[in-house]
């Protein structure tokens, strides 16, 4: 019986993983400088695939997300700096083309409402458990 | 005390609610992003042409008039479609229409384009996709307005339908 869910428990596991090393870089995008394709890699998990559905382009197999995969190994290999390549991208496809929105004054409330709302939630709480003190001890 | 605490994540929640409605029932399409070179400059390239024996050089093609930018390819169904509407904008409007035949196949385009017509002033060709990306562009067809001072003003993703037509019209109208 353990050995059994031991089993199938592993057999999870093992898809899981497979599904975790899925990408679509192909082989010749591959730059031979081990540095360099780590750097681009890193690049491409930010880098939102346009045409698809909250992708990255190093997850996508879109024509357009293959020729931005390459354009920014070339852009590594000319020597620029990651942010000049972030740059580069986001003056031509604007803010949308990065997964993470950038902490600016338009988007504010996005990073910091989460916090704001946990925090009331914290005081409603407590508000509460005061009460229900209160009332216990009556 | 205890009530006025208890609102408050009540009245949050209904202002939320009333965002999503309203983002909801605005006329507007998520997925179509603004261009991020909208007021800018067009940016500038060199490549080669489909029927004149002569360089395409961005600096001496864009100024002096409004001017549309147009990427299509053969292999683009939607771009045919919309042939037709491109075709009225250079005979019937009078405009100059820049075409940049993406990813394509020189010869194929040049059937496609004795075919159905050539609205196009010239034909530069972006054989590997690097003009598209200076653009911004992430699919085709997509259509740019570009001001008698170099400048875009307005961008369109997909086909050209007969509504847009006539809206594109109307910006034209308004920026001449």
């Known amino acids: ?138 | 005390m205890k009530n006025q605490f208890l609102k408050l994540p009540i009245i949050i929640f209904f202002i939320i609610l009333f965002i999503f409605f309203y983002l909801l029932i605005i006329d507007r399409n998520p997925s179509k992003v603004p261009s991020a070179l909208l007021n800018k400059s067009v940016p500038s390239f060199n490549a080669e042409t489909l029927f004149k024996n002569k360089k395409f050089s961005s600096s001496e093609e864009f100024g002096g008039q409004v001017i549309l930018v147009n990427f299509f390819a053969t292999w683009c169904k939607p771009c045919r479609n919309e042939h037709v509407f491109i075709k009225r904008f250079a005979e019937d409007q009078n405009i100059k229409v820049i075409g940049i035949n993406y990813k394509d196949d020189a010869e194929k385009a040049i059937e496609w384009l004795k075919k159905l017509g050539n609205p196009y002033s010239s034909v530069a060709i972006d054989k590997n996709g690097k003009i598209a990306i200076d653009w911004g562009v992430y699919g085709i067809p997509e259509t740019f307005i570009v001001n008698s001072k170099g400048k875009i003003k307005y961008r369109h993703v997909g086909a050209i339908t007969a509504k847009r037509y006539k809206k594109i019209n109307q910006i034209i109208k308004e920026i001449e």
């Open chain 1, 1 to 138: 019986m353990f050995k059994n869910i031991l089993k199938i428990i592993i057999s999870i596991l093992l898809v899981q993983i497979s599904l975790i090393n899925s990408n679509a870089v192909e082989p010749d995008e591959i730059l031979n400088n081990q540095k360099y394709e780590i750097r681009a890699r890193e690049i491409s998990k930010n880098i939102r695939c346009m045409v698809c559905q909250n992708q990255s382009i190093d997850d996508s197999s879109s024509s357009i997300a293959r020729d931005l995969r390459i354009l920014i190994r070339s852009k590594i290999e000319e020597g620029n700096e990651d942010k000049e390549i972030y740059k580069f991208l986001t003056k031509r496809y604007g803010d949308f083309i990065l997964l993470k929105p950038p902490l600016k004054t338009n988007t504010i409330a996005l990073w910091f409402l989460p916090f704001v709302f946990l925090l009331v939630g914290i005081l409603v709480i407590l508000n509460h458990n005061k009460k229900s003190n209160k009332f216990i001890k009556k």
